[in-house]
């Protein structure tokens, strides 16, 4: 699956609790845009990366929209995940920034065992751009063009969603 999403703050802000991977969506951009590589996919699976879809869509509007919600995040990560995020957003917000991304997700179900869902996502056009909250200025680029990051999703309420992102390498191929 093809995901158009950027989600990759949590590993320019440092070593969180959460690890690695986000971004911010272009203002010029819609909704994401995702792209089925199968039609035959099992619907555990497609339901996993439907909710990583989510996450990828609510973690882009986050980080460029000062007005998204903890609770609008909440439903779509959770524990240190939740925590960790929701700092460095704080850290983004108060230095007067936003981030803003073309990043592409290919996030893959590596495997499902009872609640807890291992992903490898690998994330192309990974740069991050770093504008001034109220609609400012460019303000600089930062990140590598690819990223390989290991995404564990645990099912809450229904939702499966992002408790651990950890940064395996800079490099992969979609």
Not at 61 to 85: E, H, I
Request: glycine share 8%; net charge positive.
């Amino acid at each position: 699956m093809k995901i158009r999403t950027p989600i990759r703050l949590i590993a320019l802000m440092g070593a969180l609790a959460v690890g690695a991977t986000a971004c911010g969506g272009s203002s010029s951009k819609a909704a994401p845009v995702t792209k089925a590589t199968s039609t035959t996919q099992d619907p555990v699976k497609a339901k996993v990366l439907a909710d990583f879809n989510g996450y990828a869509d609510v973690v882009t509007r986050a980080l460029a929209d000062p007005s998204v919600t903890t609770q609008t995040v909440s439903q779509y990560l959770t524990g240190d995940a939740l925590d960790g995020f929701t700092n460095s957003r704080i850290q983004l917000l108060t230095s007067g920034r936003v981030i803003k991304s073309d990043a592409v997700h290919h996030p893959r179900v590596v495997s499902v065992q009872g609640a807890t869902a291992l992903l490898s996502d690998c994330v192309t056009n990974n740069q991050s751009h770093y504008y001034a909250v109220q609609g400012g200025p460019h303000l600089s680029d930062s990140g590598d063009p690819t990223a390989q990051d290991e995404v564990t999703m645990q099912m809450d309420g229904g939702t499966w969603k992002v408790v651990k992102v950890v940064r395996k390498g800079t490099s992969c191929s979609a």
